[in-house]
């Protein structure tokens, strides 16, 4: 079974970038996407932005300028790479792979954004 293990999270300062990678222990062009999701205290898990197969790339309408997915197949990772980040951003995000109806999550890492 896939092991996803993220990476990178932390504090920042309000406005501030922070990079996420997430490792894969598959070859990334198994799957059929791979992607990040976020869950905020209190809140439902949510969809960040995904890359499919294809390098196609989708995100959640409010996070796209600021969010930006990307993948290195030679080392089987995915990254996202976030700025201007906001304390609404404040969240455990994970790392996902889909192999048609079953996703694999990652353990998640907390992203705390504050002044």
């Known amino acids: 079974q896939v092991q996803l293990v993220e990476s990178g999270g932390g504090w920042v300062q309000i406005g501030g970038p922070l990079r996420l990678s997430c490792s894969s222990s598959?070859?990334?062009?198994?799957?059929?996407?791979m992607g990040w999701y976020r869950q905020a205290p209190g809140k439902e898990r949510e969809l960040v932005a995904l890359i499919n197969l294809a390098g196609l790339t989708k995100y959640t309408g409010f996070l796209q300028g600021r969010f930006m997915i990307s993948r290195d197949g030679d080392k089987n990772m995915i990254y996202l790479q976030m700025n201007d980040l906001k304390p609404e951003d404040t969240a455990t995000y994970y790392c996902?792979?889909?192999?048609?109806?079953?996703?694999?999550w990652g353990q998640g890492v907390l992203v705390t954004v504050s002044s």
């Open positions: 996902s792979a889909r192999e048609l109806s079953h996703t694999t």
């Open positions: 598959e070859n990334i062009f198994f799957f059929n996407d």
